[in-house]
Every structure is written in structure tokens, then in C-alpha cells.
């Protein structure tokens, strides 16, 4: 079974601040995705890294695929209340062409 | 990206009943899938809809107990049968391109709760 590992769980900062939550596996990944979830809302899509060693910014986000492509991270710098929210990495499997293994989320609160 | 919408948003319901949740997509689609999500956790896959073909479900869920249509490369069901309270959760639908990078949109959600 390919388990996704999130971390942290759970993250209270105060604005201002800098975090990083990571995924971890064993497995490689053909692809991993970063999605955010709002309450009430379904998970929207942050951004897809394809390549090992890839790193994509989005403003204040960093995304980063590990160079044997089993990891991931996501940097947020100088974090905004309006990024709170609960953060899923979800990993495309090797060798499959569709399924998602899922990362058990980070749940985010940006203090003001 | 994919405009996905699900009806209906939220639903209380009585134990034993039955309840369809709608998917809609604004274009068509290979893959659609059904996820259920407690409040705050993460996704849960119930089963894979494929147009033209019986949905392919994962383990620890059945098709008599979630029956899924799939009519068309828009739109799809998703049927929670004889409900319990344990299944008061969250109802997901998503689409994927079936490609390599696979990349799923997500519906709104559905909130249900069952009494």
C-alpha cells in the first residue's frame, strides 16, 4: 500500500510568520498535487510538480518535488489570514493513470 | 480546469432512507470519482465512474450501499442507501483528464447528516 505521510497535522501561526508542511513517501509519484480546502467548499487545485527536483511559486507559496520524486514540500513566506485553510498533497501512483493517494491534510490558522 | 457543480449542497435525512447527490460537469470527461471527507480530514475514495461501464469501487465500500450512475461524459449519481448516522460525512465528486499527470477538480461538496 503507497501511504502518503503530511505533516504537520495541525498549524497555528501568527501572521507574519513562515511554515513548510511536507508529504512523505516511500513510493515514487508520477505527479503530486497540492490542493487547498476552504470550509464548505470543495479542495482546489494549488499546483501539480511533475519533474524531480522541480520547484514552482505561486506569490508567496513554494512548491518543491523531491529529486527522487517520493517527497514534497510547500513553503508559505510572510503567511496572510487568508491562508488559512486545510492543505492535501495527493500523489498520482506510478502506475496507475488516475488514482490519488491522499496525504491526511494540514489544517492551517493564520492568527491576525 | 472543469466547472463542477453537485446538488444538493446539504441534506439532513432519517436513518433508513435514501439519498442521491448529483454531479454535473461543464464539459466532458474521462474519469469521475466519488470521495467522502469528514469535516477537517482527508478524502476518501469510494469509487471510480467510468461512462459506459460499472463503477469500480474501493475496498470497504459497496455497490449496494452506494450505487453509482454514469449516463453520459457530464454528469453522474451517486445513491447513499439505508443511511446511518455513520454516514453523515461530506460527498465529493471530482473529475481527472485520465492522463499521466492527473490532475482532479473537485465539486462543491455535499453535506449530509443523517439522523
Known amino acids: 500500500t503507497q501511504l502518503l505521510e503530511q505533516s504537520p497535522q495541525f498549524l497555528s501561526i501568527q501572521e507574519g510568520e513562515n511554515l513548510t508542511v511536507y508529504c512523505n513517501s516511500s513510493?515514487?509519484?508520477?505527479?503530486l498535487q497540492w490542493y487547498r480546502q476552504e470550509p464548505g467548499e470543495g479542495p482546489v487545485l494549488l499546483v501539480t510538480?511533475?519533474?524531480g527536483g522541480e520547484v514552482k511559486k505561486l506569490k508567496r507559496l513554494t512548491f518543491q518535488f523531491g529529486d527522487a520524486r517520493k517527497d514534497s514540500s510547500l513553503h508559505i513566506t510572510a503567511a496572510q489570514t487568508g491562508d488559512t485553510g486545510l492543505y492535501l498533497c495527493?500523489?498520482?501512483?506510478?502506475?496507475?493513470?488516475?488514482?490519488?493517494?491522499w496525504g491526511a491534510g494540514t489544517k492551517l490558522i493564520i492568527k491576525p | 480546469s472543469a466547472v463542477i457543480s453537485q446538488k444538493p449542497s446539504r441534506d439532513i435525512c432519517q436513518r433508513g432512507t435514501s439519498l442521491t447527490i448529483q454531479c454535473q460537469v461543464d464539459?466532458?470527461?474521462?474519469?469521475m470519482f466519488w470521495y467522502r471527507q469528514q469535516p477537517g480530514q482527508s478524502l476518501t475514495l469510494i469509487a471510480t465512474?467510468?461512462?459506459?461501464?460499472?463503477?469500480?469501487?474501493e475496498s470497504g465500500f459497496v455497490i449496494d450501499k452506494f450505487p453509482i450512475s454514469r449516463p453520459n461524459l457530464t454528469f453522474s449519481t451517486l445513491t447513499v442507501s439505508n443511511m446511518s448516522p455513520e454516514d453523515s460525512s461530506i460527498y465529493l465528486c471530482?473529475?481527472?483528464?485520465?492522463?499521466?499527470?492527473?490532475?482532479?477538480?473537485f465539486g462543491p461538496g455535499t453535506r449530509l447528516t443523517v439522523l
Open positions: 510538480v511533475v519533474t
Open positions: 471530482s473529475v481527472g483528464r485520465g492522463r499521466g499527470t492527473d490532475t482532479q477538480y
Open positions: 464539459s466532458q470527461v474521462t474519469m
Open positions: 495527493a500523489g498520482a501512483r506510478a502506475d496507475s493513470n488516475y488514482q490519488l493517494i
Open positions: 513510493s515514487v509519484f508520477s505527479s
Open positions: 465512474a467510468n461512462q459506459g461501464s460499472e463503477a469500480t469501487y
